[in-house]
């Protein structure tokens, strides 16, 4: 099955720094890949994703890569700020051709935001 | 439109008690997961569906069962409530159709076995 890999765990950077999450995938008929925001004590938010067909996407401040002959594909936060801080998580999966089409998450890296 | 509910959102259990965990969604999703949270884990699959009447196995099933009656309810069963199952769990629904996988989560369920 599937295995999605996150690193760093924890991450702190200082307001208005960018902030890089990386996760790498063991599935090559992997291709969706979703980016989700937890805050403390609250369901995960998705809050960008991509598809294997697209190499990059932003949102504002939030931008995702994905270099599929790698297996890996990366968060981008530019100018940060404390409201960012929270638990971000990768995740994969296959999004059309399995009956199950669950998402394989990654571990989580906690990103805190120093004002 | 409530999205994703879960019931309860707190529980305490003694070691060998049972209990189910209820989710309801209101969006007319045909596929739905329920997900355990730990520490440093991320979330990880126990059970799915992917339509009334139909279950399976995830990564992590041992320990727990599910019933889809419904095509709204989801329900997760513990017949015998171990401390290793002390936990957060999440509910998720999707759409069957379209090219993306975007999961709607319930607020959680966090649960105590002592």
């Known amino acids: 099955g599937e295995n999605v890999e996150q690193h760093p765990s924890t991450l702190s950077v200082q307001e208005g720094d960018s902030a890089v999450i990386k996760c790498t995938y063991s599935?090559?008929?992997?291709?969706?890949f979703p980016w989700y925001k937890q805050e403390l004590g609250k369901r995960p938010q998705l809050i960008i994703d991509?598809?294997?067909?697209?190499g990059e996407k932003k949102d504002q401040r939030i931008a995702v890569t994905l270099n599929k002959t790698a297996k890996h594909f990366s968060l981008h936060i530019t100018e940060t700020q404390p409201e960012d801080s929270a638990v971000y998580f990768c995740?994969?999966?296959?999004?059309?051709?399995?009956?199950?089409?669950?998402?394989?998450f990654g571990s989580g890296t906690r990103l805190q935001v120093q004002p | 439109n409530a999205g994703v509910t879960q019931t309860p959102k707190f529980r305490v259990l003694k070691t060998g008690q049972s209990m189910t965990l209820l989710c309801a969604q209101d969006?007319?999703?045909?596929?739905m997961y329920w997900y355990r949270q730990d520490p440093g884990m991320g979330l990880r699959l126990i059970h799915y569906?992917?339509?009334?009447?139909?279950?399976a196995k995830g990564e992590v099933p041992d320990g727990y069962n599910v019933s889809r009656l419904k095509k709204q309810n989801f329900l997760l069963g513990l017949e015998s409530a171990a401390p290793s199952q002390t936990s957060v769990y999440f509910c998720?629904?999707?759409?069957?159709?379209?090219?993306?996988?975007?999961?709607?989560f319930g607020a959680g369920t966090r649960l105590s076995v002592l």
């Open positions: 998720a629904s999707r759409d069957a159709g379209g090219a993306k996988n975007i999961q709607y």
């Open positions: 599935d090559s008929a992997s291709n969706y």
């Open positions: 991509i598809r294997s067909n697209v």
């Open positions: 995740a994969a999966s296959m999004g059309m051709d399995t009956g199950r089409r669950a998402l394989t």
């Open positions: 969006m007319n999703h045909e596929y």
């Open positions: 569906s992917v339509g009334e009447g139909t279950t």
